[in-house]
């Protein structure tokens, strides 16, 4: 929803966020945001119970795709944070092809959150690689980063947090990656009983409806 369409609601939406978030500020000047908020169907009372939001700005600097994001309390260890974390990085390769990151500073969880998406997404990115299959190492850092729209540093911090990158004639190369690591590491980022982020059931409609109204462009 847009900020300057349904400011009042956007702005109790920030509120909210304030309670749990530390660094939050902004909470009057909405207009220039849109807000993506996450609900989980209530069967029993036949209601929508709101789990968690995240907003970014409708026209994009900076390369930031998300300027804000919480998962309320009760919620939290469910996969809602990853799942928003993937729509947010979905939409900004669907709809402006580039390769972003959230906005500083982030809270503790929501550091914790990142990543964890950024080393799974890093690692599917790398199974799912028929070059790196066939035993072919040398594949570097902007190719990961052109495939899952993570940036460069952002990519470069996770691997390095695991002694897996190095930098080689301008550009950084991975190093000591296996398919067993591979493996190993997607084992310890899924959690099958948690929400999963599935890019299927988002309509092609809604993704060109945004684009063709242009809520989310480049300055």
């Not at 909470?27 to 939001?53: A, C, K, P, R, S």
């Not at 959150?113 to 040398?138: P, Q, V």
């Not at 398919?179 to 084992?187: D, H, P």
Request: with cysteine; net charge positive.
């Amino acid at each position: 929803m847009h900020g300057n369409k349904e400011k009042l609601y956007c702005q109790n939406l920030c509120l909210l966020g304030k309670l749990f978030l530390d660094h939050k500020t902004l909470y009057h000047e909405v207009e220039t945001f849109q807000f993506f908020v996450l609900t989980e169907d209530n069967h029993f009372y036949n209601t929508n119970t709101i789990v968690g939001y995240f907003s970014r700005e409708m026209t994009l600097c900076e390369d930031f795709n998300l300027a804000c994001i919480m998962v309320l309390p009760p919620y939290q260890r469910k996969g809602y944070g990853r799942f928003l974390i993937a729509l947010s990085y979905y939409l900004s390769g669907q709809i402006d092809d580039l390769c972003c990151t959230p906005e500083r500073p982030l809270s503790e969880l929501g550091a914790l959150s990142y990543k964890s998406y950024w080393k799974h997404t890093i690692f599917e990115a790398l199974k799912s690689n028929e070059a790196f299959k066939k035993g072919n190492t040398d594949i570097t850092v902007r190719e990961i980063s052109d495939y899952t729209k993570i940036q460069i540093d952002d990519i470069v911090l996770t691997l390095e947090s695991m002694n897996l990158v190095k930098y080689w004639r301008g550009s950084y190369l991975l190093k000591n990656i296996s398919q067993r690591l591979i493996e190993n590491t997607l084992k310890q980022t899924t959690n099958t009983d948690r929400v999963v982020f599935n890019a299927q059931f988002i309509l092609p409609s809604k993704i060109e409806m945004l684009k063709s109204k242009d809520i989310l462009k480049r300055r």
